[in-house]
């Protein structure tokens, strides 16, 4: 009897988080200077993902939930009466977290061992947030006087908690967002 009224209990209060917790909205989270370029063997791209910390994703951090941004990069051979080519796809991934003891964040580059360590969260998350001159395909896969283009999107990757604690507070997956696909073109 006590069970019961102990499992239905812990019902209502999940039920109750669920339904009425306000939603975890990144939903202006979008790709912002968005830049193609080249060095003398790669094509470079740049861009920023701009509105993508809310309060609860910031908080999660703070209590020190590594989080991953995953940035999706296709490069694309744009053809007039054909399907367009894709010359290549590329994924980067920046994870952040945070040590409690130390003070210090820590954003690791596409599974670098050695990670880069900064003392306040504003630079943190700003270099999170930017790809950098992210070479995307060698110049001599292109072909000279075609068209290109460019499509990025950025998503939060699910937040893993330990012990698989995500099973118990479902409501981290609210925290998930995936920006729509922006587009840059080029000629070669």
Not at 14 to 38: K, M, Q, Y
Not at 119 to 145: S, W, Y
């Amino acid at each position: 009897m006590v069970k019961r009224i102990l499992y239905r209990s812990i019902f209502l209060i999940f039920s109750v988080l669920l339904f009425f917790s306000p939603p975890l909205s990144a939903e202006n989270a979008g790709i912002r200077d968005l830049l193609v370029t080249n060095n003398a063997n790669h094509v470079l791209v740049y861009a920023r993902v701009m509105n993508c910390f809310t309060k609860d994703i910031e908080a999660a951090i703070l209590a020190g939930v590594p989080t991953t941004f995953t940035f999706v990069v296709d490069l694309f051979q744009q053809r007039s009466w054909w399907l367009d080519r894709k010359v290549t796809r590329v994924t980067i991934k920046h994870t952040i977290k945070y040590d409690n003891v130390k003070k210090l964040f820590y954003v690791y580059f596409d599974g670098d061992k050695e990670p880069t360590s900064f003392q306040d969260f504003e630079g943190a998350k700003r270099v999170m947030a930017d790809l950098n001159g992210i070479p995307v395909a060698q110049l001599k896969t292109l072909k000279r006087n075609e068209t290109y283009y460019v499509r990025i999107k950025a998503k939060l990757d699910k937040v893993r908690l330990p012990l698989h604690m995500e099973y118990v507070f479902f409501f981290v997956s609210l925290w998930d967002f995936e920006t729509d696909w922006y587009r840059e073109g080029f000629s070669y």
